[in-house]
């Protein structure tokens, strides 16, 4: 477990310190995920105390939104203004990208599959 | 009495411990509540916990930046749990590499989409520019929206409520759709609702099949990873 915790937060910290040097601009610890993933590929499997790990960090992932989902109360006043906006660009937005997802993806999957007969 | 309590409240509410421990309970307490009812999506356990505690502060006069002072310990957590996402993409790789190309393609259209989108919607409705900052990231799961956001000079906060919104949006209207759509494929079933509905997409992708499941995950990392790339680089032209 304790492995674990090490390996997931020397990933972080080493993808974290690169973002600040190198000014990337993306976020440290995606950079960190690039990192395990590229360690787990050399070493061939997922070592089963970090699936442990991984496992129960991924499955309580909905609480860890909470703190910063609170934090919409200081924006109360941004809301009120631009709701309508905001939920009229969720709403279509959501929309579109699940309709444009699933039949991008489905016409890929069926001009591949069609190839493979001929 | 009376004094009593005022010092025990004064206590607690210096210390960091009560935030993390109410913000536990809460969340606890949502997901009892979530079952009991069903399970729905309108009452996500996320939303309900954010309703609770925001009435629990205004109620109690506690300002955010002491809530936090306590609840970041669990906000920390966010950013291992990006890191972790890398092992469902790992486990998942030989499904990945199968279909390699049509999920890129998909998934760099799909997220382009949802953030391209989201902002032109917005703006065309004359939302404020920190809004429309703090929206374009909207469909990635919140450890990486936040992220982003904040390179972006949007709200973390903000963003992290739109990516709730936009989770349980997407988990009300995906079966309409995919009805609508006649879509039999739970692999694009699952891919598209991780994608675009990310952590609570994937959450009813499992409810599909284990497959949509599988794909959801892959649906949420590729978003993630993709938007994290690429909307820093194209959000100055879109705003």
């Known amino acids: 477990m304790l492995q674990a ?12 310190v690169t973002v600040l040097v190198l000014d990337l601009p993306f976020p440290g610890p995606v950079l960190g995920m690039l990192l395990l993933f590229a360690g787990l590929v050399i070493r061939g499997e997922t070592p089963p105390a970090l699936k442990a790990f991984s496992d129960t960090l991924l499955r309580y992932l909905a609480l860890l ?22 939920l009229a660009a969720l709403l279509v937005s959501t929309v579109l990208a699940l309709v444009v997802t699933m039949l991008v993806l489905s016409g890929l999957i069926r001009l591949r599959a069609r190839r493979h007969e001929s | 009495m009376n004094e009593d309590f005022t010092d025990i409240w004064a206590f607690l509410a210096a210390s960091p411990l009560l935030w993390l421990t109410t913000t536990l309970v809460v969340f606890q307490f949502s997901l009892w509540l979530n079952r009991r009812l069903g399970g729905g999506m309108v009452l996500h356990p996320v939303l309900l916990s954010m309703g609770l505690l925001i009435g629990i502060l205004l109620l109690t006069g506690t300002d955010y930046d ?3 002072d306590g609840a970041q310990f669990i906000h920390f957590m966010l950013g291992p749990a990006t890191v972790a996402l890398a092992i469902p993409l790992y486990e998942n ?14 998934g760099l259209t799909g997220a382009c989409v949802a953030a391209v989108s989201a902002v032109m919607v917005a703006a065309a409705l004359g939302a404020d520019r920190i809004t429309l900052l703090s929206l374009a990231p909207k469909s990635v ?20 409520a739109l990516v709730l919104l936009t989770g349980a949006i997407g988990c009300l209207l995906s079966p309409l759709l995919i009805r609508l759509l006649r879509i039999q494929d739970d692999r694009v079933k699952g891919f598209a609702l991780g994608l675009s509905a990310h952590g609570f997409g994937t959450a ?11 794909f959801a995950g892959l649906g949420l990392s590729l978003a993630g990873i993709m938007t994290a790339f690429l909307l820093p680089g194209i959000a100055p032209w879109l705003l």
């Open chain 2, 66 to 68: 002491t809530y936090f």
């Open chain 2, 141 to 160: 799961t919140s450890p990486i929206a936040m992220g982003i956001t904040e390179k972006l000079g949007g709200l973390p906060s903000l963003t992290a």
């Open chain 2, 93 to 106: 790789r030989h499904q990945i590499r199968q279909l390699m190309l049509p999920l890129l393609v998909a």
């Open chain 1, 65 to 86: 939104f909470v703190p910063a989902g609170v934090g919409l109360m200081v924006h109360f006043g941004l809301v009120a203004r631009d709701w309508l906006p905001i």
């Open chain 1, 5 to 16: 915790i090490i390996i997931i937060l020397l990933c972080q910290l080493v993808g974290e």
């Open chain 2, 204 to 214: 009813q992708a499992f409810g599909i099949s284990a497959t949509a499941g599988a």
